[in-house]
């Protein structure tokens, strides 16, 4: 049986449990009367000499002691009780000390208070710290001299219990100290008070006295509080496991990615004609509120997107063409970039109002087909001149690099479709909107270049019988002049390839 009980005690103590009933407020909040509030408490103490304050704060007893017992009802950790409480004090050894056998008996209303962890986090789960004050009625009883001059002439005289006069109101302040062992069934604490009483009974007046008091307080359906306490228990371990995982998890992210990140080329031969991207979100505990994936041209201007709500998709498909239905241009790379606004939980939770992924994906050489098996157009944009020239003296070292890459490629793309005549016209952009522009700037410009571009063709192995060049100039935009952020579209090359009849 001691083993039981023992091991009963230990499980309750290792429940993580904070007090008898309390909110961890300072006010109680409106509640049904619950039997299971219901305590009875006893105990007893060491009272300190009586001392009466208009005879100059003399001990007019020894030491005494006391015992109460009392019940009440425990409102949300406010105690309420009606308390019995005896005190009895012996023989005063000093010669000013008057009183013999002074007893009173208190029937007292108290409110005490409990603070324990739910209010204090920084106090232990097992203390509660318990102020208190309390009112009530007196009824004293003593043998006791009426001077010393009596004490000396052994000159004693008597208060009955319930003789008039002998009943006074009490006060009374204290300060516990209880021990939560985590059962409602077995709550001891130690508390000190101080006492005082105005008697006139014995013409002492004003009267006070300190205690030092410890006792146990039951409930006697503190099981009931028990297995509430352990289930809300288990839940709150349950709830912080919980956060402690979500809080171990890394911060939530959006990714996206492209398939081919090379050499898309869109251009109805079979070929990587179509871009995947793969979308995925991690981290976040719900559906995001809205989502936006959207392809950028070179430029960072808006070419694609794609919107939507609640759980994105895996992947979804591009086939390279603009919302207006404009194709991407070859040698160029695009940003595809994906946007996701969490749910206001996930906002809250992370603190993060907005998640964003990129990834790149660099075009091929397109053969865009303009007569099935007979005419196809290459467009670029990435073969760098010198300013105003059609040289490359002043170009970055990473530029030369490119243009070698990009007339590499496509020498390859017309070699593979064997004997045919290509066609390459120069473009430019008229800046000022005026034909005296376009024609004594641009058009030669352009003619220039296009030149140049054929001869470098030729450096590649193809035959220059057929190679032809001409120069447009401003002729044929692909953004409107009104339209400034699309204006490098129209500095472009177009290879027009056609096979020999």
Same mark, same amino acid.
């Given at each position: 049986?001691?083993?039981?009980?023992?091991?009963?005690?230990?499980?309750?103590?290792?429940?993580?449990?904070?007090?008898?009933?309390?909110?961890?407020?300072?006010?109680?909040?409106?509640?049904?009367?619950?039997?299971?509030?219901?305590?009875?408490?006893?105990?007893?103490?060491?009272?300190?000499?009586?001392?009466?304050?208009?005879?100059?704060?003399?001990?007019?007893?020894?030491?005494?002691?006391?015992?109460?017992?009392?019940?009440?009802?425990?409102?949300?950790?406010?105690?309420?009780?009606?308390?019995?409480?005896?005190?009895?004090?012996?023989?005063?050894?000093?010669?000013?000390?008057?009183?013999?056998?002074?007893?009173?008996?208190?029937?007292?209303?108290?409110?005490?208070?409990?603070?324990?962890?739910?209010?204090?986090?920084?106090?232990?789960?097992?203390?509660?710290?318990?102020?208190?004050?309390?009112?009530?009625?007196?009824?004293?009883?003593?043998?006791?001299?009426?001077?010393?001059?009596?004490?000396?002439?052994?000159?004693?005289?008597?208060?009955?219990?319930?003789?008039?006069?002998?009943?006074?109101?009490?006060?009374?302040?204290?300060?516990?100290?209880?021990?939560?062992?985590?059962?409602?069934?077995?709550?001891?604490?130690?508390?000190?008070?101080?006492?005082?009483?105005?008697?006139?009974?014995?013409?002492?007046?004003?009267?006070?006295?300190?205690?030092?008091?410890?006792?146990?307080?039951?409930?006697?359906?503190?099981?009931?509080?028990?297995?509430?306490?352990?289930?809300?228990?288990?839940?709150?371990?349950?709830?912080?496991?919980?956060?402690?995982?979500?809080?171990?998890?890394?911060?939530?992210?959006?990714?996206?990615?492209?398939?081919?990140?090379?050499?898309?080329?869109?251009?109805?031969?079979?070929?990587?004609?179509?871009?995947?991207?793969?979308?995925?979100?991690?981290?976040?505990?719900?559906?995001?509120?809205?989502?936006?994936?959207?392809?950028?041209?070179?430029?960072?201007?808006?070419?694609?997107?794609?919107?939507?709500?609640?759980?994105?998709?895996?992947?979804?498909?591009?086939?390279?063409?603009?919302?207006?239905?404009?194709?991407?241009?070859?040698?160029?790379?695009?940003?595809?970039?994906?946007?996701? *606004? %969490?749910?206001? #939980?996930? =906002?809250?939770? !992370?603190?993060?109002?907005? +998640? $964003?992924?990129?990834?790149?994906?660099?075009?091929?050489?397109?053969?865009?087909?303009?007569?099935?098996?007979?005419?196809?157009?290459?467009?670029?944009?990435?073969?760098?001149?010198?300013?105003?020239?059609?040289?490359?003296?002043?170009?970055?070292?990473?530029?030369?690099?490119?243009?070698?890459?990009?007339?590499?490629?496509?020498?390859?793309?017309?070699?593979?479709?064997?004997?045919?005549?290509?066609?390459?016209?120069?473009?430019?952009?008229?800046?000022?909107?005026?034909?005296?522009?376009?024609?004594?700037?641009? *058009? %030669?410009?352009? #003619?220039? =270049?296009?030149? !140049?571009?054929?001869?470098? +063709? $030729?450096?590649?192995?193809?035959?220059?019988?057929?190679?032809?060049?001409?120069?447009?100039?401003?002729?044929?935009?692909?953004?409107?002049?009104?339209?400034?952020?699309?204006?490098?579209?129209?500095?472009?090359?177009?290879?027009?390839?056609?096979?020999?009849?």
């Amino acid at each position: 049986m001691k083993k039981v009980i023992l091991f009963t005690l230990s499980a309750l103590m290792a429940v993580n449990v904070y007090s008898e009933p309390d909110n961890g407020k300072f006010l109680p909040e409106s509640e049904v009367i619950q039997p299971n509030h219901v305590f009875i408490e006893a105990g007893g103490g060491l009272n300190f000499p009586l001392e009466f304050f208009n005879q100059g704060v003399i001990p007019m007893t020894s030491y005494g002691s006391s015992f109460f017992a009392g019940a009440g009802y425990n409102w949300q950790g406010w105690l309420m009780s009606l308390t019995y409480t005896h005190d009895m004090w012996g023989e005063g050894k000093t010669e000013r000390a008057l009183m013999e056998n002074f007893k009173t008996n208190i029937v007292e209303f108290r409110l005490r208070k409990i603070i324990s962890k739910k209010a204090w986090s920084w106090m232990p789960g097992w203390l509660e710290i318990i102020p208190g004050a309390g009112a009530g009625v007196n009824f004293i009883t003593t043998d006791y001299y009426r001077s010393e001059q009596a004490k000396r002439d052994g000159n004693m005289s008597s208060v009955k219990l319930g003789q008039s006069g002998a009943n006074c109101f009490f006060y009374r302040v204290s300060l516990e100290n209880a021990i939560y062992l985590g059962t409602d069934m077995f709550i001891p604490f130690i508390g000190v008070d101080y006492n005082a009483f105005y008697d006139t009974s014995i013409g002492g007046g004003f009267a006070g006295y300190a205690r030092l008091y410890g006792g146990i307080r039951m409930y006697p359906l503190g099981v009931v509080n028990d297995v509430q306490r352990m289930v809300q228990n288990r839940q709150e371990k349950k709830r912080l496991a919980y956060e402690e995982m979500i809080a171990s998890w890394p911060d939530p992210f959006a990714l996206i990615t492209v398939e081919p990140e090379k050499d898309f080329t869109p251009d109805g031969d079979g070929i990587a004609d179509v871009a995947k991207l793969n979308l995925q979100t991690d981290y976040l505990e719900y559906a995001p509120e809205s989502w936006k994936v959207e392809i950028l041209d070179p430029q960072n201007n808006g070419f694609k997107s794609w919107t939507g709500t609640g759980r994105l998709p895996e992947k979804l498909t591009w086939d390279g063409k603009s919302d207006a239905g404009e194709l991407v241009f070859s040698r160029n790379t695009y940003t595809a970039r994906l946007t996701v *606004i %969490p749910s206001e #939980k996930d =906002r809250e939770r !992370t603190g993060q109002e907005v +998640l $964003v992924s990129t990834d790149v994906i660099t075009t091929g050489i397109l053969m865009e087909e303009i007569i099935p098996n007979k005419k196809w157009k290459i467009i670029v944009n990435t073969i760098y001149f010198d300013a105003d020239k059609a040289t490359f003296n002043k170009i970055s070292e990473e530029q030369r690099k490119e243009n070698v890459e990009t007339l590499d490629s496509i020498a390859r793309q017309i070699k593979e479709h064997g004997n045919v005549l290509v066609t390459v016209e120069g473009y430019a952009n008229n800046v000022s909107n005026t034909e005296r522009e376009n024609v004594n700037e641009l *058009i %030669p410009l352009s #003619k220039l =270049r296009a030149e !140049t571009i054929v001869g470098l +063709l $030729v450096e590649r192995g193809l035959d220059r019988s057929n190679l032809t060049f001409d120069g447009k100039g401003g002729a044929n935009p692909i953004a409107k002049w009104e339209d400034r952020k699309n204006w490098w579209k129209n500095r472009r090359v177009e290879f027009i390839v056609t096979k020999k009849e």
